[in-house]
Structures are given as structure tokens and as C-alpha cells.
């Protein structure tokens, strides 16, 4: 006997169910509308956040190097971004290339910055070269 909810061979090789519907089929496990809505959910979140993050991505970048002296008594040197490039103060980042010495930037605004260093080992002058870069991202609402 032919169970009515296995496959049967037929004679040219081809499979043919003779199904029940869903709600009669007792071998499948039933998906209740909670977990249904629950990956449906998750399938929502996974999309926005893969669309999300590339809204963030910068709208407008300038970098450069700077060299300067540097002391213990510290060392200051203006930067200017190129003109029009940013509408806000973006946010700026600077590394030295030296590991005795510390930098950082103040004095933000559209149009430029101020590296500051200081010499943390040592009391003579060095000459150190200063990475930077500004970005700006687009204004969200």
C-alpha cells in the first residue's frame, strides 16, 4: 500500500506526490505566526541596517601631511582645508610618525584646523611628520 503522503514512483521516472493539504499533513512541523512574524522582523532589521550604514559614508574628506618641530614644550602648526570643501566643522584625525611624540587637533571649523604636538620623551627639538584627514558626512534628518 501506497501511503498517500510519500512520493510514488511512477512508471517513467517521475515523482508525484499525493498531498493532503498543509493543514492535513501531520508529518511537517507547523511554523506558528509568532515565529513567522519574528523572522520577518529580523529579515526587515538585517535589510535596514545593510542600507543603513551606507547613508554614513563620508560626504566630503581633504587629508595631508604636515612636518613641524616638536618639543616637550609643544608645537602648534594651521591647516587649511581646501576651500569650500566642507560646509560643517568635520571631524579630523592626526597621527605622528614618531612615536615620542603625542598630537592632536583643536580649533575646528569649516575651514581649517590646528595641529598641536608634544615631545613626551626627550627635551630636544625633532622634526616629525603629521598624517591628517577631515571627513564630513552628509547631514541626517
Known sequence: MV???RPRLLGDGERQFLARSEEERPDRPKI???TQDRRARRAEDM???ATGHLEKLPDQMASGTE???VTDGGESAAVTFPRNRFKVPPRVTVTADNGQVVAWVTAKTASGCTLNARR???TASIEVDFDWIAVSAPATE
Open 3 to 5: 501511503r498517500p503522503d
Open 67 to 69: 612636518t613641524f618641530d
Open 120 to 122: 613626551i620623551d626627550g
Open 32 to 34: 506558528l505566526p509568532s
Open 47 to 49: 535589510a535596514r541596517k
